[in-house]
T-cell receptor, first 115, second 112 residues
Framework: AQTVTQSQPEMSVQEAETVTLSCTYD???????LFWYKQPPSRQMILVIR??????QNATENRFSVNFQKAAKSFSLKISDSQLGDTAMYFC????????????FGPGTRLSVLP | DSGVTQTPKHLITATGQRVTLRCSPR?????VYWYQQSLDQGLQFLIQ???????AKGNILERFSAQQFPDLHSELNLSSLELGDSALYFC???????????FGPGTRLTVL
């Protein structure tokens, strides 16, 4: 079974600064996807970024980028130029690329962006 | 707005009762997933349907069941409710490939 670990329960960052959230996972699969989802106080789950395991190039979406290290089974999220609206719970998620595409979520990291 | 709709937004009921949560996926999405998020917890995968058929099962209790109808909307039925079933229940939908799941706003269930 796959597991996802986020070792930082809470983090804070000053507005406009850069912060990195950590995620590690355990799997015997070779083909899979990794995701970061954001859950602001509204509790809506919002897709931040997706990485396909077969791609070596790290995914980027505007101020959000990942550092994907397949051999180390590590998938960190970097948020640049942090904004107050980035305050949220961030969940790392794993999904194998096969039938039955259910997500395995990590426990989450609560990020506070301070003015 | 993700395009996934869930009703009702809030539900308050008593222990022992039965409730039905409804989800309409994004237009064109064939897969529907159900998740449970207890207070300050991560999301637990419950069950997935693809084009009307059960595709994957997670930590879903026997008191819970789901189905996906021909118009692709899905219902999650929770019976013999217990206090511990109080949670936020999310539905998500996705296209057949690519992995991206789009989440609805959730249904907050409170069992008193």
């Amino acid at each position: 079974a796959q597991t996802v670990t986020q070792s930082q329960p809470e983090m804070s960052v000053q507005e406009a600064e850069t912060v990195t959230l950590s995620c590690t996972y355990d799997t015997s699969e070779n083909n899979y996807y990794l995701f970061w989802y954001k859950q602001p106080p509204s509790r809506q789950m919002i897709l931040v970024i997706r990485q396909e395991a077969y791609k070596q190039q790290n995914a980027t979406e505007n101020r959000f980028s990942v550092n994907f290290q397949k051999a180390a089974k590590s998938f960190s999220l970097k948020i640049s130029d942090s904004q107050l609206g980035d305050t949220a719970m961030y969940f790392c998620a794993f999904m194998k690329q096969s039938q039955g595409q259910n997500f395995v979520f990590g426990p989450g990291t609560r990020l506070s962006v301070l003015p | 707005d993700s395009g996934v709709t869930q009703t009702p937004k809030h539900l308050i009921t008593a222990t022992g009762q039965r409730v039905t949560l409804r989800c309409s996926p994004r237009s064109g999405d064939l897969s529907v997933y159900w998740y449970q998020q207890s207070l300050d917890q991560g999301l637990q995968f419950l069950i997935q349907y693809y084009n009307g058929e059960e595709r994957a099962k997670g930590n879903i209790l026997e008191r819970f069941s789901a189905q996906q109808f021909p118009d692709l909307h899905s219902e999650l039925n929770l019976s013999s409710l217990e206090l511990g079933d109080s949670a936020l229940y999310f539905c998500a939908s996705s296209v057949p490939s690519g992995g991206k799941q789009f989440f609805g706003p959730g249904t907050r269930l409170t069992v008193l």
